[in-house]
């Protein structure tokens, strides 16, 4: 009997894209049953889309220039991923809030990595606020997009400790090794049909 169809997967970056080259190394080594079908970036220069385009994945660049609101922003966003068919849509550092259009268009299939153990520093600068605050451990949050800013459904965190030197950079480096892990796993839980949402909590079958 052939094997359940690749989950289809569209990835919306703005930077660097060291999350989004974790989930393509995982899914080249046969760890996620899922294809990137494009990636779709607000900013024309983010180093993600070399990355996308080395690997063959289409990507398309959606820049917020002409749109004078967030809905007619995402609107667009949604008929992209439509168009190639998504099925669960992944922010890898895609630094913009999304509106009830895109989290209406696609419930619990939206998944944010955010570089803190949420519901602890949401919103930008969470490794600064990590440090301004003077917690001892922080860490990595993929949940699920809801309506609010970092306040979805938590799939999987993992801890990061921090050191008496850190500064925002070390301290962001060494969270993203465990976002580098903590992304895929997830992202593999959700394509092997293994998670299942009741209100806030989500449990893993
Ligand atoms: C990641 O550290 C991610 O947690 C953060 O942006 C970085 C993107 O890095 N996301 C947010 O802060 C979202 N609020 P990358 O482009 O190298 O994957």
Redesign the pocket.
Known sequence: MPGKAPCKLGVL?S??????QAIIDSIEAGQINASICCVISNKADAY?LTRAKSHGIPVVIHENKGFTDRQGYDAVTVEILREYGVELVIL??F?RILSETMVNAFPNAIM????ALLPAFPGLH?QQQALNYGVRYTG?TVHFVDGGT?TGPIIMQSVVQVEQDDTEDSL?AR??KA?HRTFPAAIKLYVDGKIKVEGRQVRII
């Open positions: 970056v930077g660097s894209g060291t999350n989004l993600a890898a550092g630094m944010n990595i955010h570089p969470a990595c970092d962001s969270i993203q976002e």
